[in-house]
């Protein structure tokens, strides 16, 4: 089953005004349940406004949006379910905190559920520990932690609501590199214990080699491409057309083929290259 389906979506900014820019134009583009699905595309090609569309914070002018096979916008009165049914992590989420402890940021999401105090503190600790969070720190201020810190903070918010989908974008935007590989680390954990569907708006290709199954690449409001991330990279040329562009790793390994050496054109991380390379030398 697709954990989203969109159909004939088309969303209009300031309709009517010298400002009118169409954000998607009949966008049909589904997301299978209970893997990672990187969404990319250079800037204002729609991303970001198709994501907002899955929890109903936007509502289409035309078309559908199906969570789990329900017409989510049915019953408008009952969008308020599909939102914890979505759990959706904004760009530079940390902006975003406001309680006065760790802790009770990570609850706020829970209590809005109504749940009881038993469940929400089971949920926090799960999320915290998911998202590399010490105990220690769930009763300092989260104004007091790293910036790291704080990003990890916000996305155990969303996840200690145990959302069936969970929607990140650029995630790990402006974070070093120890800091993206434990953002993204949590994310594949969650997505494991908890069987869940997730997409991540990325920028980064290698980000998405190493953590995707399937990559959606959108450019001028529309779907330009969908299909597994070996069959999206190996359209490179494509891709460079549109301001995109496969992994140096990539380059590097068709080159390697080119120069008689028995290694994959297809390699997208840097970790599966190292792994080739060592079997062959050993081989040899």
């Not at 991303?47 to 002018?61: A, D, H, I, M, Q």
């Not at 953002?183 to 920028?203: L, M």
């Not at 891709?239 to 297809?266: M, Q, R, T």
Request: hydrophobic fraction near 40%.
């Amino acid at each position: 089953m697709n954990a989203i389906e969109l159909k004939n979506i088309s969303y209009t900014y300031s309709r009517g005004t010298p400002f009118e820019r169409l954000a998607l134009d009949d966008v049909s583009v589904s997301f299978k349940a209970g893997i990672i699905t990187g969404l990319m595309g250079h800037t204002g090609s729609g991303k970001s406004t198709l994501v907002r569309l899955f929890n109903g914070l936007e509502k289409p002018e035309n078309g559908t949006v199906s969570i789990f096979g329900e017409d989510i916008w049915q019953k408008p009165k009952e969008i308020r379910k599909y939102r914890f049914k979505v759990g959706l992590v904004f760009q530079y989420p940390e902006y975003q905190l406001f309680e006065e402890t760790v802790k009770e940021d990570i609850s706020y999401g829970p209590k809005n559920m109504g749940l009881d105090n038993s469940e929400i503190d089971r949920r926090v600790r799960d999320a915290a520990e998911l998202c590399r969070i010490d105990s220690a720190l769930l009763e300092k201020s989260p104004f007091d932690l790293s910036g790291g810190e704080k990003r990890r903070v916000a996305i155990a918010g969303i996840m200690a609501m145990q959302p069936e989908i969970l929607v990140l974008d650029e995630p790990a935007a402006g974070l070093d590199p120890r800091g993206r590989e434990e953002i993204f680390d949590g994310i594949r954990d969650y997505k494991s214990s908890k069987n869940a569907t997730v997409i991540i708006v990325s920028h980064s290709m290698e980000d998405m080699a190493k953590y995707s199954d399937e990559i959606a690449v959108m450019n001028n409001a529309k779907i330009y491409m969908h299909d597994t991330k070996e069959a999206v990279f190996k359209r490179a040329h494509e891709l460079c057309e549109i301001g995109l562009d496969v992994p140096p790793i990539a380059y590097f390994s068709k080159e390697l083929a080119d120069l008689g050496l028995p290694v994959s054109e297809s390699f997208y991380s840097v970790e599966a290259c190292v792994d080739a390379l060592d079997t062959l030398f050993n081989a040899n």
